[in-house]
């Protein structure tokens, strides 16, 4: 190098505008891109990559602060699958009949008709709240109890499924955080509220199972059989779901975390 060029460099160093933000050089063969800013490090960032759909478009992502606790339930709600639901669910399944557990999966979505209408409500979805409740009346009456599905061949008593966490979303309320909680998996801080206001509204909260040598049952011990009862009775449908989505991932707890917002996402947009 030259004098003259050295001078010339130490010119340009000691007069370059400070009010100029330092940025660092491109790689070589991108000089034309745009130019690398310096990002502060923010310690509150959540650690996951962005996510995209299959568009390329830029999809929501959600804060993970407490991974280790939420991998931990990961692992332990994957052995309770494996090692408890799942064995239950094939055993079910050889032996109750599947006309039989679609018609127990119509009683209890039909019976779960008012956390769904009272969001329609909320959600100011005035069209979904009637086709809700005339779907409600059609299987209630035609359908014998909720036991038959005669509404489905009507789009319009078809509305998509709301929830109070749906309804806290298009008020704009954000996430929160993720979580997982054990036996009732993938959540968030949002979704997590909603479902306390949810269960306030669905019915079996009113119920009580009546037991002949010990009397009535508590409205606690009647939910936590219904709820065994209806968990055991969807996962007899979808039985090999669950594994083949963990085995196509490179991190499954990351991949369902991911899952689960998009299509959290998917049904506020609705």
Do not use: H
């Amino acid at each position: 190098m030259s004098l003259l060029a050295v001078f010339l460099l130490m010119v340009s160093t000691v007069w370059a505008d400070p009010s100029e933000p330092l940025t660092a050089m491109p790689p070589p063969g991108e000089e034309d891109t745009v130019p690398y800013a310096v990002v502060p490090y923010d310690p509150f960032d959540d650690d996951g990559d962005d996510i995209y759909d299959d568009e390329g478009e830029l999809l929501e992502t959600v804060a993970d602060p407490i991974s280790g606790f939420n991998r931990a339930m990961f692992v332990f709600n994957d052995k309770i699958y494996f090692w408890v639901l799942k064995p239950v669910a094939i055993g079910y399944r050889a032996v109750i009949p599947s006309p039989v557990r679609v018609s127990i999966k119509n009683v209890f979505y039909n019976l779960l008709m008012p956390v769904r209408l009272v969001n329609c409500l909320l959600q100011g979805k005035g069209k979904a709240a009637e086709g809700e409740f005339g779907r409600f009346v059609a299987n209630t009456t035609v359908g014998v109890l909720g036991l038959f599905n005669p509404a489905k061949d009507y789009p319009e008593l078809n509305p998509p499924e709301e929830d109070l966490g749906q309804t806290l979303g298009t008020y704009s309320i954000g996430n929160g955080f993720y979580i997982v909680w054990p036996v009732f998996g993938p959540s968030t801080l949002r979704d997590t509220v909603g479902s306390i206001g949810d269960w306030a509204l669905n019915p079996f909260q009113f119920m009580q199972l009546v037991n002949v040598d010990a009397g009535a049952l508590t409205s606690g011990t009647t939910n936590v059989i219904v709820y065994g009862v209806r968990t055991v009775n969807d996962t007899s449908f979808r039985i090999g779901d669950y594994e083949a989505l963990k085995n196509a991932a490179l991190d499954p707890y990351e991949a369902f975390r991911d899952a689960y917002i998009q299509n959290r996402n998917s049904r506020i947009a609705q």
